[in-house]
């Protein structure tokens, strides 16, 4: 009785019904792992079977019995890293030229493209942070609650403007014609293709800040102790010392935090980038290439186990991330409540 | 005075907390990404949703409000608003409950920081993947969910079709985001103090009653906070109908129009049928509608105010 009732995490006291209830729970959380689970293990295993295996073990087999490929193989894996050779290929799918994408250049575009927006990102984002946290100037309040609005500007709405920007349009009300902009690299006034198909095009709308990584980290500067950077004020330490020596290593987990938050979510892209790279294969990040690759699949027998094994390898980057600092990022919804 | 600029300021007329001198380099990287990215295209969105601009030609003329009187008598637009309706309504109430029951068993049984990070996962996953692996898992002829579903009797062709596409949708992002959501949840009963139940259990309240007259009470601010989120985040879906409904031969909103939520049209008719100023009426009423909508949830949830105080 007594080892029932610390075993309950809200203390409530031993019944049948209460019995029940955390029987009931605990399958709830078991299938709720196992439907979490099963969809990645169903694309590993796919990925790791030819298409004519795939045919088969659905006639031959039952649910059941399917759950383990049969004859595993490495050859879409190599497929879609483009090690396999064309007699492989010709193997696996039954055709000679089977449609890709370029794996690696989508990988490289993807990693420049993340890597480029978590750092920008955080960096300006921890920038403005100290000067709303720390600082006082007239209008402070006010150009943060500015900032805020921008959480609510849903994504579509600036999209076709961001886009008129990225192909060198500068000005609101203006279109064509800005010679006197030829100095800048990769400008030209009369081909209207500024940024367009390019990384930096990407990159740019998130590169600077968002709304929520000031608010994130300005909520967190808050609440670091201010004697130290008194001390080091009165010492006649700049600003730029003091977020550098004693901001910054204090909230060197919580920009970590947010670093990794802000790369998945710009790995996890794709409305902003298809704009940007549509016609461009060989700028596309992962989620633009697969989402594009898959508009080229024919609508009977697709190349089930080669789009599988590309689709896991899209996840996979995410999925390591996510297994370094999976702890670090619960905890942050604790911390943050909402992102 | 001017002599001492971007000197360190010395002796008795030190100011501590700097003022604009200080604060400018710290704001002007932020505020460059703000001004080009957020607030010039805001007013630029608003000022195309007036004109017939043509992005080949790059050129539109001011049109007043004719885009928003064709938005109105437009059919195609409110089946976008009816599908997207639908899809917010699903999506919403089966993630809601599913998050909220999740969380509770969470908060009697465990609190493994394994167990939450594998119900995060699914979260973090591109949304184009998500959504390729359940075209997969749910294909006619060789899906295994299709399969298992058949099972109950529910043909495997079913998924594909019409009426299904948009529950099947709402399913897909149920399973991505309830997790996520359940954590949200699960934090805010962590907020909830242990005694009351204790308390309410020695009165001999049931586990319903406690439900009812301790949790979803001093949840509901982030409960409301949550809803505010999830239905937002919900009116702006897209990448998952975009490739779910747009590969393998299908097109983007099919079969039909029966997907085509508010996203894709408004991408469809400023990138298919390049018809900007049309497009970004749609994106203004849009943007009016989800201020309206966390206004209106934001009151009648009182999310301010905690029965805890």
Redesign the interface.
């Known amino acids: 009785m007594s080892t029932a009732l610390a075993g ?6 031993d019944s049948t ?2 019995r029940f ?2 029987g009931t ?2 399958l ?2 078991a299938l ?2 196992v ?3 099963f ?2 293990y ?2 590993l295993r ?1 990925g790791l079977v030819t298409n004519a295996s ?2 088969e073990s ?1 006639t031959d087999k039952s ?1 059941i019995e ?1 759950i383990l490929p049969d004859d595993p193989t490495t050859v879409n894996f190599r497929r879609v890293l483009g090690q396999a050779t064309d007699e492989e290929i010709l193997e696996a799918t039954g055709r000679t030229n089977s449609a890709s994408f370029d794996y690696l250049t989508a990988m490289k575009n993807s990693v420049i493209i993340a890597t480029f927006i978590a750092v920008g990102q955080v960096f ?2 921890a ?2 942070a ?2 709303f946290a ?5 209008g ?1 309040d006010k ?1 943060f609650f ?2 805020l609005t ?1 959480m ?11 886009l ?2 990225i ?1 060198g ?1 500068f000005w ?2 203006d ?2 014609g800005h010679e006197w902009l030829d100095w800048v690299p990769g400008y030209d006034a009369s081909s ?1 293709t500024f940024l367009l198909g390019r990384l930096p095009g990407v990159i ?2 998130f ?3 968002t ?1 929520f990584a ?1 608010f994130f980290l300005r909520q967190f500067f808050l609440g670091i102790n201010r004697s130290l950077e ?1 001390a080091a ?2 010492d ?1 330490a ?3 010392r003091i ?1 550098r020596s004693v901001i910054l290593p204090i909230a060197r987990p919580q920009m970590i935090t947010l670093g990794v938050l802000t790369y ?1 979510t710009a ?2 892209e ?2 902003w980038p298809l ?1 940007v790279t549509q016609q461009f294969p060989e700028k596309q990040p ?2 633009v290439a ?2 594009v690759f ?2 080229q ?4 027998q ?1 190349d ?1 186990s080669g ?2 094994s590309g ?1 896991l390898l ?2 996979l980057p ?2 390591v991330i ?1 297994m370094i600092f ?2 670090r ?3 942050s ?2 911390f943050s ?2 992102k | 005075m001017a002599a001492t600029t971007s000197e360190r300021p010395k002796g008795a007329k030190l100011n501590l907390y700097g003022g604009w001198r200080a604060a400018w380099p710290f704001l002007l990287p932020s505020f460059l990404g703000f001004l080009f990215f957020f607030l010039i295209p805001s007013v630029r969105g608003i000022y195309l949703s007036f004109t017939d601009w043509n992005l080949i030609a790059n050129d539109g003329d001011w049109v007043g409000m004719e885009n928003y009187d064709r938005m109105v008598d437009d059919p195609l637009f409110w089946n976008a608003v009816k599908v997207t309706a639908y899809y917010v309504t699903l999506n919403i109430v089966t993630q809601t409950i599913l998050a909220i029951m999740i969380a509770v068993a969470m908060d009697r049984l465990t609190k493994s920081s394994v167990v939450r990070s594998v119900i995060m996962l699914p979260y973090l996953i591109p949304n184009v993947v998500v959504a390729l692996i359940f075209v997969w898992l749910l294909n006619s002829n060789l899906g295994i969910i299709a399969d298992l579903f058949s099972f109950f009797g529910i043909d495997s062709n079913y998924f594909a079709g019409p009426d299904a596409v948009i529950p099947t949708i709402a399913g897909i992002n149920t399973w991505r985001h309830m997790g996520y959501t359940a954590l949200l949840i699960f934090a805010g009963l962590q907020t909830i103090p242990k005694s009351l139940y204790e308390a309410a259990a020695l009165d001999g309240a049931s586990e319903l009653q406690m439900m009812r007259n301790i949790t979803v009470p001093l949840l509901r601010p982030v409960l409301a906070l949550v809803l505010v989120i999830t239905v937002i985040g919900s009116f702006q879906v897209f990448d998952t109908v975009q490739v779910a409904t747009g590969g393998f031969g299908g097109r983007p909103g099919g079969p039909g129009d029966s997907s085509r939520v508010i996203y894709v049209y408004i991408y469809e008719l400023a990138f298919g049928r390049n018809e900007l100023g049309r497009s970004s009426a749609i994106a203004v009423a849009l943007l009016v509608f989800l201020m309206f909508v966390t206004f209106f949830q934001l009151k009648i949830l009182r999310a301010n105010e905690s029965d805890l105080a």
């Open positions: 309950m995490a809200g203390g409530r006291a019904g209460a209830g955390r729970a605990w709830l959380l709720l792992i439907a979490t689970i969809p990645f169903w694309t796919t795939l045919f659905n649910v399917r300006f984002s920038l403005a100290y000067a720390r600082l006082r100037f007239p402070r150009l500015l900032y921008g609510m500007i849903p994504p579509i709405f600036v999209l076709i403007p961001n008129l920007l192909l349009d609101v009300f279109a064509n209207r740019a709308p590169f600077f800040m709304p000031v008194e004020l009165i006649g700049s600003h730029f977020f998945i790995w996890n794709f409305l704009v992962l989620t697969l989402g898959t508009t699949q024919p609508g009977t697709p089930w789009l599988m689709t899209a996840a995410v999925i996510f999976g702890k990022l619960v905890d919804i604790q409540g909402i």
